[in-house]
Each structure stands twice: as C-alpha cells, then as structure tokens.
C-alpha cells in the first residue's frame, strides 16, 4: 500500500508560478505510473499531466507549455511545476499512482489504484 500526500497548493495571482509536491510513503514508487488531476468547481475531475518510469510524459492541452510534471524516485516525490497560472487553472489538484509501468488509458481517473487527498490552488484574476 502507498500513501500519497500533496503539498503547495495556495492562493496565486494570474501569471505567477507553483508547485505541487506529491510524497509517498509506505512502499517506493519506483517503477509506478504517476499522474496529477485536478477538480473543479461544476466540472469532471480531468488528467493535468502523467508520467513513466522512465520520464515519459503525457499532458493535457490546457497544461502544454505551462506545467512540467516530473519525479525524483530517490525522494518518492513527484512534482508538479505550474507556470503562468490562469483563473481557470483553479481547482483541487489530486495526485495519482498506479503500479503498471505504463497504463493506455492514462487520462482516466479510474485507472490509478491510490490517490491523495487533493490540495487547493487558487488562481485570482
């Protein structure tokens, strides 16, 4: 069993930066699938972005060119750095793991077997 926990969400103007930081405990996350969600007020909870073992990454068009996802195994950590933040950017963000190395449907929640408990970030205009 892992536990996750995310950390850095908090208020931020439009244009400026974050980032998130999803620590896991209990086993190592080496050779999981990770993935960061968010959830929205009256929407879906929908994929930000994903990423291998082996650094692949994925990302939804909305985060392309602004969010990196990344992971230092050695750590058990996964980050997620936000840049150029917009109001509609904010949500609830959620991080996710599953322990396929790779997983085909990657941008479907149903898909990760553990989840943290989400942090707030919050993007004012």
């Known amino acids: 069993q892992v536990q996750l926990v995310e950390s850095g969400g908090g208020l931020v103007q439009a244009g400026g930066s974050l980032r998130l930081s999803c620590a896991a405990s209990?086993?190592?996350?080496?050779?999981?699938?990770m993935a960061w969600f968010r959830q929205a007020p009256g929407k879906q909870r929908e994929l930000v972005a994903a990423i291998t073992d082996g650094g692949q990454t994925r990302e939804a068009d909305s985060a392309k060119g602004r969010f990196t996802i990344s992971r230092d195994n050695a750590k058990n950590t996964v980050f997620l750095q936000m840049n150029v933040l917009k109001p509609e950017d904010t949500a609830v963000y959620y991080c996710?793991?599953?322990?396929?190395?790779?997983?085909?449907?990657?941008?479907?929640?149903?898909?990760?077997?553990?989840w943290g408990q989400g942090t707030q970030v919050t993007v004012s205009s």
């Open positions: 209990g086993r190592s996350i080496r050779g999981y699938f």
């Open positions: 996710a793991a599953d322990p396929a190395y790779y997983l085909t449907s990657y941008y479907s929640e149903t898909a990760y077997d553990y």
